[in-house]
Structures are given as structure tokens and as C-alpha cells.
């Protein structure tokens, strides 16, 4: 069984930090690329940020230099470290694997920026 779970997510002010996790199992986990996609309210679903079974890293423009992915392969867990965070960026964030065919979306995780 895939799961993939991410944590991490709560109410942060504008400017402040989060650090997103999310742990991957049933997967052969270092050979899948992994990306974090967001959803605001009645927005499409967009990609944030990717990092390849290489560890090459892309970013949306809207947080290059700000948003930093990450993996540890010993721990089947990939991160998201937020920083500056703005209001613009609140929306719900989703972990995603995929390789070749296959893909896999964790549950999401709410990220609220707000004074």
C-alpha cells in the first residue's frame, strides 16, 4: 500500500516560516521523482517546486528564492522548507511522487498566512 503523508502545515504570519514534510512508504522511494503542488480556493492546482531521483531541484517562479525542496532518502521523506511566507501562498499543499506511469498524491496539508 502507497502512503504518502505530509505534515507541517498551520497558520503562520506574513514573513514567517514553515517547513513541510512528507513521508513516503510502499514505494521504491529514491527512484521517484517527487514535486509539491498547491491548491488555493478556486484556483488550479499548480506545481510549487520538484527534486528528481538525482536531486535536481525546480521551482515555480512565484517562490524561487524563498522555497527550498529537499530529500532524505534514508528517511522515504521529502520537504518543503517555506520561508517569507506571504499571504498570496496560503493554499492547501500536496506531496507527489511519480515515476514513469505511475503517480501518487498524498492527503494535503492546509497552509494559512495571515497577521
Known amino acids: 500500500q502507497v502512503q504518502l503523508v505530509e505534515s507541517g502545515g498551520g497558520l503562520v504570519q506574513p514573513g514567517g516560516s514553515l517547513r513541510l514534510s512528507c513521508a513516503v512508504s510502499?514505494?521504491?522511494?529514491?527512484?521517484?521523482?517527487m514535486d509539491w503542488y498547491r491548491q488555493a480556493p478556486g484556483k488550479q492546482r499548480e506545481l510549487v517546486a520538484t527534486?528528481?531521483?538525482?536531486?535536481?531541484?525546480n521551482y515555480a517562479q512565484s517562490v524561487k528564492g524563498r522555497f527550498t525542496i529537499s530529500r532524505d532518502n534514508a528517511k522515504n521523506t521529502v520537504y518543503l522548507q517555506m520561508n517569507s511566507l506571504k499571504p498570496e501562498d496560503t493554499a492547501v499543499y500536496y506531496c507527489?511522487?511519480?515515476?514513469?506511469?505511475?503517480?501518487?498524491w498524498g492527503q494535503g496539508t492546509q497552509v494559512t498566512v495571515s497577521s
Open positions: 507527489h511522487g511519480g515515476r514513469s506511469r505511475s503517480n501518487y
Open positions: 527534486i528528481t531521483s538525482g536531486g535536481s531541484t
Open positions: 510502499g514505494i521504491s522511494f529514491s527512484s521517484y521523482a
